[in-house]
């Protein structure tokens, strides 16, 4: 039996086999995820510590757009009870959070554990737990407390003890109560848009900084996953990964293939190819045209700072899933003579000397969005054919529009990109979960309060952050309840949304 309102699936899937075919496994897991530094607020309650978006925020204003902060933002410090309720109207079964480094540890070290902070994310995840939704923690997501930056943050080699200091901290109290852990959030932005005057604490030091941020970070996500191993895996038998944030890529001519190649290693194999890859360390071509640049520009040592055995074999293998940010794909093609500007990292790579475009075809929403689902699953099937992956989950995926509450494109964002989810499923690929960016419009890092990404809005002048559903958001509960794809337009939705 075919249901008419299955048109587009039904092409898709070439005839009609059934309503098997259009429905979303019954374990696969259905979610949404932010970020404590976008959602928490209070900024300064209690014993918390200062991090470095907060010293950022109120030192430099006039570099974030409209000046905003993240001193109150959601206010879910206060406002949790109501983001858990959404997450029940949406028929989640998982909500991604992170942790609040600086205020689970004010000082960064474990020498103090916040009982204010340790209470806050304990009420968040019994709160989930309770509903049936289950946590997936992030244990850093770009918040590095202020007082480990003024040492040197992730240039610093022993940022990997300090961290892991931390994560200890963290599996401790939460672990029995948490199976899917993210270590770092995408360590690409972390490192690239930190120190190319993107993200805070914005350094200009794009040849040095971001590469021992790059090894350093790894360092720090396998030393954590080690120690879980070591303490806590025979007791809470949880899933480690770090998120990568890999846009698909294609060549905007054949002849820039070679360059498409190395945009990849640049943006994925630069964090993924050590911890993933058989042979482990830093991805072949691009460690030589980086070292050869390096070597041109005078520089006595290597653009990527070099592994040692024993480095490789503990970054290796550092991984139980894979955790997959993705958005959008790209055109990659070199920059033109008449081209050398400096661009920030999703538009191109000044490193490498390319530039990101659309296809003319594509809907496109900014200077680097564009919608192309069919690149997620070449991408899904990518991972599982490159590695050794026994399941991926898509832990961001989400587009940026307006205020609007009739959201309609992003709707046709969320279906048209899960519905290559689900193909990549059918294909054979382990897909297993999805968090969509984001379940409410928050701090969006220097973009302030000018993007929204969320599923339900946020009214940013009411005291209260009154939080109210977008059509997305009926349309993504209408999926969480069905697992199926219906055409946005077919869809009644159910009173489930306050
Ligand atoms: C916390 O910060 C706010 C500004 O966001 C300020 O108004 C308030 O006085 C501060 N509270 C304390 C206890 O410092
Ligand atoms: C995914 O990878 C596994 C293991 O390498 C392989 O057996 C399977 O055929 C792959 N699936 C697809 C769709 O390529
Ligand atoms: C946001 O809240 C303010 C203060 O409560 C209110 O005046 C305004 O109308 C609200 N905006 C929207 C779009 O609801
Ligand atoms: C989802 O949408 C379909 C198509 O309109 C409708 O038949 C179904 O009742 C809806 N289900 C829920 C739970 O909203």
């Known amino acids: ?184 959030n995408e360590p690409f932005i972390l490192c690239e848009a930190t120190y190319t005057e993107f993200l805070v604490p914005y350094y200009d030091d794009p040849d040095v900084g971001r590469y021992l941020c790059n090894k350093n970070v790894l360092i720090a996500h396998a030393k954590a996953y080690r120690l879980y191993d070591e303490r806590f895996r025979s007791k809470f038998n949880g899933k480690l990964s770090l998120s990568t944030l890999f846009f698909w890529f294609e060549p905007a001519a054949p002849e820039e293939q070679e360059m498409t190649d190395l945009m990849f290693e640049y943006w994925e194999g630069r964090y993924a190819h050590p911890v993933y890859s058989k042979e482990g360390g830093w991805p072949v071509k691009l460690e030589k045209f980086l070292d050869d640049k390096a070597r041109k520009e005078g520089y006595s040592q290597p653009r990527l700072p070099p592994f040692t055995p024993e480095e490789i074999d503990l970054v290796r293998g550092t991984y139980d899933y894979f955790a997959l940010n993705h958005y959008t794909t790209r055109l990659v093609r070199r920059l033109r003579p008449e081209e050398r500007e400096v661009m920030w990292p999703l538009i191109g790579s000044t490193e490498l000397g390319a530039i990101m475009v659309h296809h003319p075809s594509w809907v496109t929403v900014n200077d680097w969005f564009a919608l192309y689902p069919e690149g997620l699953r070449k991408q899904l099937n990518w991972l599982n054919t490159t590695y050794d992956l026994k399941e991926i989950f898509i832990t961001e995926n989400g587009i940026p529009l307006g205020p609007e509450l009739d959201d309609k494109l992003r709707v046709e964002y969320y279906r048209s990109y899960l519905e290559q989810i689900l193909l990549a499923v059918h294909d054979g690929v382990p897909v297993t979960g999805y968090t969509a960016w984001t379940l409410m419009d928050n701090f969006e890092w220097r973009s302030g309060y000018t993007v929204q990404f969320g599923l339900y809005s946020v009214n940013f002048t009411d005291p209260l952050r009154t939080r109210t559903p977008r059509t997305s958001a009926r349309y993504y509960a209408n999926v969480t309840r069905t697992r199926m794809l219906y055409p946005q337009n077919d869809v009644k939705y159910r009173d489930v949304l306050k």
């Open 1 to 184: 039996m075919c249901f008419a309102g299955l048109v587009v699936l039904s092409v898709v899937f070439a005839g009609c086999r059934g309503s098997e075919q259009l429905r979303f496994p019954a374990e696969f897991k259905f979610g949404a995820a932010s970020a404590a530094y976008q959602v928490e607020g209070a900024w300064n309650v209690s014993d918390k510590g200062e991090n470095i978006w907060d010293r950022f925020v109120h030192t430099q204003p006039h570099l974030i757009a409209g000046r905003g902060n993240g001193d109150v933002a959601c206010d879910s410090y206060h406002l949790w009870r109501r983001d858990i309720q959404m997450c029940e109207e949406l028929g989640l079964d998982i909500y991604r959070i992170s942790i609040s480094w600086s205020r689970l540890l004010p000082t960064g070290y474990p020498n103090v554990i916040s009982e204010d902070g340790k209470n806050y994310y304990n009420n968040l995840i019994d709160g989930l737990l309770e509903k049936g939704i289950e946590p997936v923690v992030t244990i850093h997501h770009f918040d590095l407390p202020q007082s480990l930056q003024d040492l040197g943050g992730w240039a610093n080699p022993l940022i990997a003890d300090w961290y892991v200091d931390y994560a200890e901290v963290v599996f401790s109290l939460f672990g029995d109560r948490v199976t899917y852990w993210v270590t770092i």
